[in-house]
């Protein structure tokens, strides 16, 4: 679906969660981790939390479009952007724990959308004037992801093992550090912005290439490291419904909770 509000950009989220929960796909984990960062942009704009509400709910829209498009495009069969590529096979394979599904994801969404929004929304001198909001919405989506690692201990109860292994620090998982991904997204976003149009292309094309390299490693690491993440996915939960119900934090919206709680049409259920 077309998005061109921030309430629209929640109701294709919870489209795509009502999929993945009948399709039972690790592809909804990192859509339930998004709608949470939407919602929380959202009601800081709201609450004038940041200098330009309107530019940030643009910038929101843009920024969310490029991840509904590459999902739309992954789900029929095409290409989406090399960096997409990686987070979305990570979310059909079986072998990377969660976090890494999650952090595949963000990693697309932070080194390769973001910057592209941003310099989309305040192209050429503008940039300058947004930075103070873009920080702030970094700022939100860290503490959501805040909040998920420590939620995450319900559904992978040796997550802790990160941390003992040297995988996990205060700012960054399995080498994977959402500062310097803002700081990335942002100088990329400066270099964009005073691009000439016909620069654009190729530009893109090596953020997208550098991104996805980034994301390779964060989805599949070095052999030792993967071997040290071995315990934590043995005993991890392969529940669908159990992961999408964590990440989602209880903010479910009632339609979309509503459909993924109703039993199966009795006429397609005796098919």
């Known amino acids: 679906m077309q998005v061109q509000t921030i309430d629209d950009v ?17 592809l909804g984990y990192f859509a339930a981790l998004y709608r949470r960062v939407t919602r929380s942009v959202r009601d800081g704009i709201a609450q004038n939390q940041f200098e330009n509400g309107p530019l940030m709910e643009k910038l929101d829209v843009v920024f969310a479009g490029r991840y509904l498009q590459a999902f739309e495009q992954f789900r029929s069969g095409q290409e989406p952007t090399l960096s997409w590529q990686v987070a979305f096979r990570a979310g059909r394979s079986r072998s990377p724990i969660v976090v890494q599904q999650l952090l595949a994801g963000i990693n697309a969404h932070i080194n390769l959308d973001l910057g592209i929004a941003a ?53 960054s998982i ?23 149009p016909g620069q654009l292309n190729t530009m893109i094309a090596a953020l997208d290439a550098e991104a996805a390299a980034i994301g390779k490693l964060v989805a599949s690491p070095p052999f030792l490291v993967r071997l040290a993440l071995l315990p934590i996915r043995i005993f991890e939960t392969s529940n669908v419904h159990h992961v999408l119900d964590v990440l989602t934090g209880g903010q479910s919206a009632a339609p979309s909770a509503t459909k993924r709680d109703a039993k199966p049409d009795a006429k397609k259920a005796g098919a």
């Open 174 to 196: 399995i080498n994977f550090s959402l500062d310097e991904a803002r700081n990335f997204a942002w100088l990329h976003a400066q270099k964009l912005a005073g691009a000439a």
């Open 10 to 26: 929640i109701q294709a989220l919870d489209n795509i969660l009502d999929w993945a929960w009948h399709e039972k796909s690790r």
């Open 119 to 171: 310099a989309t929304v305040a192209p050429g001198e503008q940039l300058a004037s947004l930075k103070t909001d873009f920080d702030q919405i970094n700022a939100v989506l860290a503490g959501e992801v805040g909040i998920v690692e420590k939620e995450i201990a319900k559904i992978s109860p040796l997550i802790g093992l990160l941390e003992k292994f040297g995988l996990k620090t205060e700012t």
